[in-house]
Structure formats: C-alpha cells, structure tokens
T-cell receptor, first 114, second 115 residues
Framework: DTGVSQDPRHKITKRGQNVTFRCDPI?????LYWYRQTLGQGPEFLTY????????KSRLLSDRFSAERPKGSFSTLEIQRTEQGDSAMYLC????????????FGPGTRLTVT | GDSVTQMEGPVTLSEEAFLTINCTYT??????LFWYVQYPGEGLQLLLK?????DKGSNKGFEATYRKETTSFHLEKGSVQVSDSAVYFC??????????????FGSGTQLTVLP
C-alpha cells in the first residue's frame, strides 16, 4: 500500500464557489480524520469517521462544510460558498486499531480562495 | 481545553550541533504525547511517541521523555544533520476507548541545519 492519498494537491477557487476534496486512506484502516492547517500553525481537528459513520465534528466545521465516507472507504470534504478564510491546507489521516491507532497522514490539499 | 505549546522558531543550527525543541502541554488527565515531522512537500510523519509518564520515545537519533511533573515532552538530538531540516510538531491525544483519539498539535518549529 502506498499510504494515504489526497486529490487534488492544489486548488485555487474564487470566493463563493464550492470545492470538494478527496481522501483515500490506507486500505483496512477503519478510522479517518480531516484536519485543517493554516500557515504557521499546527493542524486542527475537523472531523472523524469510524468506518462510514461520522462520529465527531469540531466546532471549526461550520455549516458550509460537509464530509462523507460512503461505504467506509474514501472520504470527501466539501466546502460550500468558499470564503477567503477557508484558505488552508486540508489534511487527511487514517488509523487502525492493530497499529495502536497511529495516524498516517496524506500530503494534503492546499486550498487558495481568491 | 487541551493545548500544546512549542518553542517558537525558526531554529537554525550548524551540522552536528545539539538540538532541543521545547514542548509543554495542558490537558485534563494523562494524554499520549507525540512528535511529528513534516519534510518539505511531504505529509506529516510520526517521529516518536510516549504513552505514559517517564516513557522515553526515540527514533532516528531523536529522543523525548514524557515528564508529568513539568507537563513537558522536549525533543532532543545529539548531532543534527542537514537532512533533519523540517518542521517539527508536538502533539497529544487521549487513547480512551470509544474516543476519536484526535491529535491536538502545537504550532510547529521550523528547523534548518546548515552544512
């Protein structure tokens, strides 16, 4: 397995547009996380899935954000009506009980809202 | 809430110098502690971890000891190399059954090692 992958790696969009990001976790990893990282800061937790169930959401995840993980495989994060403050790196991570829940991170999707 | 505070960077060292990056945390209970490293253009990678007080995590010549009395987890390396240039993040999580176990990160410390 090649690790966690994310697509696209970079996205430039205009304010008000909708964007969707995809994360493919390591196969057999049943836990999946989304984090957001702004310049000069550490990643901040957004939301968590166990299999297909979204079990936890941060208060950072406003109503404009929605995440899904159909069939417990890949996940998508959609941002509606983007704002300039949404510009950040969006990171995905996955983990598995047998590996002591160590989180493996993808390379991230860098979003720029103009 | 839970938080992690790291020494501010950037840190610039000469090759073979001694490295210390300070990390302290605030948490209710006893979290697991981690150091992650982010090389340019790559994803975050786990460098080392400690799950209980007085545990020492080590990897690739880096070490950190979980100090409950000072709520600290400082990262050290005796002799840095140019290839260690990266951003280092201290983080914590709570390994309680049923929880999300999400990571809470510090703001990161940029390390540059000069030849």
């Amino acid at each position: 397995d090649t690790g966690v992958s994310q697509d696209p790696r970079h996205k430039i969009t205009k304010r008000g547009q909708n964007v969707t990001f995809r994360c493919d976790p390591i196969s057999e990893h049943n836990r999946l996380y989304w984090y957001r990282q702004t310049l000069g800061q550490g990643p901040e937790f957004l939301t968590y899935f166990q299999n297909e169930a979204q079990l936890e959401k941060s208060r950072l995840l406003s109503d404009r954000f929605s995440a899904e993980r159909p069939k417990g495989s890949f996940s998508t994060l959609e941002i509606q009506r983007t704002e300039q403050g949404d510009s950040a790196m969006y990171l995905c991570a996955s983990s598995f009980k047998r590996e002591s829940y160590e989180q493996y991170f993808g390379p991230g999707t860098r979003l720029t809202v103009t | 809430g839970d938080s992690v505070t790291q020494m501010e960077g950037p840190v610039t060292l000469s090759e073979e110098a001694f490295l210390t990056i300070n990390c302290t945390y605030t948490a209710t209970g006893y979290p697991s502690l981690f150091w992650y490293v982010q090389y340019p253009g790559e994803g975050l990678q786990l460098l080392l971890k400690a799950t209980k007080a007085d545990d020492k995590g080590s990897n690739k010549g880096f070490e950190a000891t979980y100090r409950k009395e000072t709520t600290s987890f400082h990262l050290e390396k005796g002799s840095v190399q140019v290839s260690d240039s990266a951003v280092y993040f201290c983080a914590l999580s709570f390994p309680f059954s049923g929880s999300a176990r999400q990571l809470t990160f510090g703001s990161g410390t940029q390390l540059t090692v000069l030849p």
